[in-house]
C-alpha cells in the first residue's frame, strides 16, 4: 500500500506532499517498507513541477530562460499572416 499525504495545516509542509510504502507483498525482490522519520518529500517546487528530496528531475528538459509570450487579437495575427502572403 502506498501512502500520500500533505500536511495542509502546517506552516513547513503544507506544500509538501509525502510518499510511503506501508505495505509490501513481495520482499524478495528488493521491496521494503519506507521508513516512519525518512519519506520521500515532493515540493512543489514553485509551481513548475515537483522536487524530491531536494532534487528537480526535471531540469535538464526545461529551457534555460522563460518564453516571452506576446499576447496579440485574433486580427492583428490575420492581418499579419496576410501580410506574410497567407491568404
Not at 502546517?10 to 510511503?20: E, F, I, S
Not at 490575420?78 to 506574410?84: E, F, R, T
Request: charged residues 25%; glycine residues 6%; contains cysteine.
Amino acid at each position: 500500500m502506498i501512502v500520500i499525504h500533505r500536511l495542509i495545516k502546517h506552516p513547513d509542509y503544507k506544500l509538501k506532499t509525502w510518499v510511503q510504502v506501508e505495505k509490501v507483498k513481495d520482499m524478495e525482490t528488493g521491496g521494503k517498507h519506507t521508513a516512519i522519520d525518512d519519506p520521500v518529500v515532493c515540493s512543489f517546487n514553485n509551481g513548475i513541477g515537483f522536487e524530491v528530496h531536494g532534487v528537480d528531475p526535471l531540469t535538464k528538459f526545461r529551457a534555460k530562460e522563460p518564453k516571452q509570450v506576446i499576447l496579440t487579437m485574433t486580427e492583428q495575427k490575420i492581418n499579419a499572416l496576410n501580410n506574410k502572403g497567407w491568404t
